[in-house]
C-alpha cells in the first residue's frame, strides 16, 4: 500500500479550502455559499485526519467527528435561516439581503 | 460655666440646620421660636459666661476650650477650639445680644414672605459662622468663620432673588470681598511657612520674638492681612459692595452690613495686633486708609437719597474711624467704637425698616417727610440713634467712642494733626448728612400715608437699642468726664494701652467744646438747608460745579465708574473675544479627529455579506502573517 504523503494530503486540504473560500466570495446564492462552508469545513477535516494519520494518531479522526458534529448542526441551523430569508425576500441573491447596513 | 462656652456657636449651627432641612414644613411661629430662641439662649449664655469671666477671671485671662482636632496635615494643626479673652467676650456679646434683638425684629419684619425659614435659617448661620470668627483659637478656623459670614452675606444679599437687581448686587459683595480674601489667605500661607504654626498666641509670641520692628516679613504679612480686613470691612480701595449689598432685607443691613460682619475686619486687625505693631509703615496705612474713607464715605452719605444708602455710607465712614483708631494704636477705643456703632447703627437700620414698610416699601427719603407724628416711637428712636452717630455730647454713647479716637488720633503716639483733622472734619458732616436724614424724612409735609404700623416685637427691640445708644458709652469716659475705664481695664490684658505724647485736661476739655460745638454747628447746617431754606438747596444744585461735584459724590466718587473700567470691561471682553476658549482648541481636535475616521470607517459597513467575509479573511491573513514571520 502506497503511503500518501503528508505534503500532498496537506496541499489537497488546501486547495479545497481556498476553493471554498473563494465559493463564499464569489458566489451569491446563498445555498452554495452555505455548501462552499462546508467545503471549507471538510478541507479543515481533511487536514486533520492527514496529520494524524502522519503521526499515526488517533485525535486527528476524533476532531474530524468534531468537525462533522458541528458542520451538521450548522448546516441545520444555516438552512433554517435560508428558509427565513427566502420567504422574507422571495430571492437567494445574498446581496439583496443588504439592509443591516448604517 | 466655662465649658459651656461651645454652646453659643452651637444653637444658632444647630437652629441652622433644622431649618434648612425641615424649614418649609413649620409654620412661621415655630420658625421664629426656633430661629430667634436660638439666639436669644446663646445671648444668655454669653452674658452668663461674660459674668463669670470679669468677676472670676481665669488665670491668665482666657479660657480655651478644645473640642476636637479638626485635622493634622504635617505641622499643620488646627483644632476646633474656642478661645475666649476680653476681646472676644465684647464681640460675642454684640452679636449674640444686638443679633437676638435684630432676629426678634425680624420675626415681624418677614412676616408672610415666602421664604421665612429660608430667612431665619441664613440668619442663623450667620451668627454661628460669626461667633466661630470670633471665637477661633486659630487663624483656620477664623477663615471658616470669615468665610461662612461672607456666603451668608452673599445669601442674605440675594434673599429676594427673583429681581436680577438683587443677585447683581450679591455677587459684587461676593466677588469684592473675595479680592481681599484673597490677600489674606496668602497672607496666612506667609505665617505659616515663617513660623509653621497658625494657632494665634504661638504666631504671635513667635512673631514678636523673631521679628524685629519694621522687618520687610512683618510688613508684608501685615498689609495681606490689612487686605483682607480691607475687603471685609468695605474701607478703601474696597468699599463699592457695601452700597450695593442694601438690596437685601433691612434686618440684614442691620445685622450683617452695620453691626456684625463688616467689623470682622476690625476684629482681625485688633486680634493679631502684634503683627500690626512690628510694622509701623502698615499701621500707618491702616490710619490713612480709615482718615480717607470716613472722608470720603462721608461726602458720599451727603448726597444720597435712598435712606438705606445714607446709612451704608455712614457704616464705611464709622468703620473708618475704627481703622483709624486701630491705625494709630488706639485698640480698646476702636473696639468701643464697634460696640456702640452697633447699637446705634442697628437702630437706625431697624427704624428705617420701619419706615420703609409704613411708606409701601419706598427708599427715597424726599419722597417720606412728617412721619414724626404718624409713627412716634420710630421717630423718638431714630432721633437717638441719629444723635448717637452725630455724637452729640455728653449724652449719647457715640460721643464717648468717638470722642477717644479723636483725642487718640490728635494726642497718641502714632497720631498726628493730619489723622486728627480727617477725623474732626468726619464729625462735621456726619452731623449734616445725619441730621439731613432725620429731617427730610420725619419733619416737613407728609407726602404720602402710611401703609403699615409697626407692632411690639418691632418697637421693643427699637426701644432697647436707643437705651444702649444712650448708655453704652458709659463704661469709658475722657478725663474731662468722670474717667471712668471700665473697658479699657477689661481689655488691657488683650490689647495693648496706647502711648501717649502729651496730656492735660485742658487740652483734651478744648478739643472736647470744639468738636461738640461743629457737631452742633452740622445739625443746625442740616436743619437750616433742608428744613428751614429747602430751596437753598435747589439753588445750589442748580450751579453747575456744585450740581456736577454732587453727582460725583452721588456716585461714590466715581469708584464704580472706575472699576469697570479698570477691571470689569477688560474682563469681560477677554470673555468675550475668547467665547470659544482657546484651550479648548485642543480637545476639541482630538474630538474632531475621532469624528473623521469615525465617518470613513462607517463606510466599509456595507450590509453585504461577502464584503464581511473578505474582510475576516484580510484580518486572518494579517494575523497569520504576523504570527508566522514576526
Known amino acids: 500500500m502506497t503511503v500518501v ?74 438552512l433554517a435561516l435560508i428558509l427565513q430569508f427566502y420567504r422574507q425576500f422571495k430571492t437567494l441573491d445574498a446581496d439583496v439581503a443588504s439592509q443591516m447596513r448604517e | ?115 421665612f425659614s429660608r430667612f431665619f435659617a441664613y440668619m442663623n448661620l450667620f451668627v454661628g459662622s460669626m461667633l466661630i470668627l470670633v471665637l477661633a483659637d486659630n487663624l483656620v478656623l477664623l477663615y471658616l468663620g470669615w468665610e461662612g459670614v461672607g456666603l451668608c452675606s452673599y445669601l442674605l444679599i440675594g434673599f429676594w432673588y427673583k429681581d436680577p437687581q438683587n443677585g447683581y448686587a450679591a455677587r459684587k459683595a461676593f466677588v469684592v470681598t473675595r479680592v481681599g480674601d ?108 480709615g482718615a480717607a474713607t470716613l472722608l470720603i464715605a462721608g461726602f458720599a452719605a451727603l448726597t444720597q437719597v435712598d435712606i438705606k444708602r445714607v446709612l451704608a455710607y455712614s457704616t464705611i465712614s464709622q468703620i473708618g474711624y475704627m481703622f483709624l483708631a486701630l491705625g494709630v494704636g488706639a485698640w480698646s477705643a476702636a473696639i468701643l467704637h464697634f460696640m456702640t456703632h452697633a447699637f446705634f447703627k442697628a437702630l437706625l437700620f431697624l427704624a428705617a425698616g420701619v419706615v420703609i414698610l409704613a411708606m409701601h416699601h419706598e427708599h427715597n427719603m424726599f419722597k417720606m417727610g412728617g412721619l414724626r407724628k404718624e409713627l412716634p416711637i420710630t421717630f423718638w428712636t431714630f432721633l437717638i ?91 469709658e469716659t475722657p478725663h474731662t468726664l468722670g474717667h471712668i475705664q471700665l473697658f479699657s481695664k477689661m481689655l488691657e490684658n488683650v490689647l495693648p494701652s496706647t502711648g501717649i505724647l502729651h496730656s492735660g485736661i485742658s ?7 470744639v468738636t461738640a460745638l461743629l457737631a452742633l454747628l452740622g445739625i443746625y447746617l442740616a436743619y437750616y438747608l433742608w428744613l428751614k431754606k429747602f430751596s437753598l438747596v435747589q439753588k445750589i444744585t442748580q450751579v453747575k460745579l456744585l450740581a456736577t461735584s454732587q453727582r460725583f459724590f452721588f456716585s461714590g466718587w466715581g469708584f464704580d465708574w472706575l472699576y469697570d473700567r479698570l477691571f470689569v470691561f477688560p474682563a469681560v471682553w477677554l470673555a468675550r473675544i ?26 466599509t459597513q456595507s450590509g453585504q455579506i461577502r464584503w464581511y467575509a473578505l474582510g475576516i479573511l484580510i484580518g486572518a491573513l494579517i494575523t497569520l502573517t504576523i504570527v508566522v514571520f514576526i
Open chain 1, 5 to 78: 504523503p503528508m505534503e500532498t494530503g496537506l496541499l489537497l486540504a488546501g486547495i479545497l479550502f481556498l476553493l471554498g473560500l473563494v465559493g463564499v466570495l464569489v458566489r451569491r446564492n446563498v445555498i452554495f455559499m452555505l455548501m462552499s462552508i462546508e467545503i471549507m469545513l471538510n478541507a479543515a477535516g481533511l487536514a486533520f485526519v492527514i496529520a494524524g494519520a502522519s503521526w499515526g494518531q488517533a485525535d486527528g479522526q476524533v476532531m474530524f467527528i468534531f468537525i462533522l458534529t458541528m458542520a451538521a448542526a450548522e448546516v441545520s441551523v444555516g
Open chain 2, 1 to 115: 460655666m466655662f465649658g459651656t462656652i461651645w454652646i453659643i456657636p452651637f444653637l444658632p449651627l444647630l437652629s441652622f440646620l433644622i431649618l434648612a432641612i425641615t424649614g418649609k414644613r413649620w409654620s412661621e411661629k415655630t420658625v421664629s421660636i426656633l430661629g430667634v430662641g436660638s439666639v436669644g439662649i446663646s445671648a444668655l449664655f454669653t452674658v452668663l459666661i461674660g459674668i463669670q469671666f470679669l468677676t472670676n477671671p481665669p488665670p491668665g485671662h482666657f479660657v480655651v476650650q478644645t473640642l476636637w482636632s479638626w485635622m493634622e496635615v504635617g505641622s499643620l494643626t488646627p483644632a476646633i477650639a474656642f478661645h475666649l479673652d476680653a476681646l472676644s467676650l465684647v464681640f460675642c456679646f454684640v452679636v449674640t445680644f444686638v443679633g437676638f434683638i435684630i432676629h426678634l425684629y425680624s420675626s415681624e419684619f418677614m412676616e408672610e414672605d415666602e421664604g
Open chain 2, 182 to 289: 484673597t490677600a489674606m489667605a496668602i497672607g496666612l500661607f506667609l505665617l505659616f511657612t515663617s513660623f509653621g504654626t497658625l494657632h494665634i498666641d504661638t504666631l504671635l509670641d513667635a512673631a514678636s520674638q523673631n521679628w524685629a520692628t519694621g522687618t520687610t516679613m512683618a510688613v508684608l504679612a501685615s498689609a495681606l492681612l490689612l487686605g483682607g480686613a480691607v475687603g471685609k470691612s468695605a474701607q478703601l480701595p474696597l468699599q463699592t459692595w457695601l452700597p450695593d449689598a442694601m438690596a437685601g432685607p433691612t434686618p440684614v443691613s442691620a445685622l450683617i452690613h452695620a453691626a456684625t460682619m463688616v467689623t470682622a475686619g476690625v476684629y482681625l486687625i485688633a486680634r493679631t495686633n502684634v503683627i500690626f505693631m512690628l510694622a509701623p509703615a502698615t499701621q500707618l496705612a491702616v490710619a490713612i486708609i
Open chain 2, 385 to 475: 440713634g441719629s444723635a448717637s452717630l452725630a455724637a452729640l455730647p455728653i449724652v449719647t454713647a457715640g460721643f464717648y467712642s468717638k470722642d477717644l479716637i479723636l483725642w487718640y488720633a490728635w494726642a497718641g503716639e502714632q497720631g498726628n494733626f493730619w489723622l486728627w483733622l480727617a477725623g474732626f472734619a468726619g464729625a462735621f458732616i456726619t452731623a449734616i448728612y445725619t441730621f439731613r436724614m432725620v429731617f427730610v424724612t420725619f419733619y416737613g409735609k407728609r407726602k404720602s400715608e402710611i401703609s403699615h404700623k409697626p407692632g411690639k416685637r418691632m418697637l421693643i427691640p427699637l426701644v432697647i437699642l436707643a437705651v444702649f445708644s444712650i448708655i453704652g458709652g458709659l463704661v
Open chain 2, 507 to 513: 487740652e483734651e476739655l478744648i478739643l472736647q467744646i
Open chain 2, 578 to 603: 475668547n467665547r470659544r476658549d482657546f484651550i479648548d482648541l485642543f480637545y476639541d481636535g482630538i474630538a474632531d479627529a475621532n469624528r473623521y475616521f469615525h465617518q470613513e470607517l462607517r463606510k
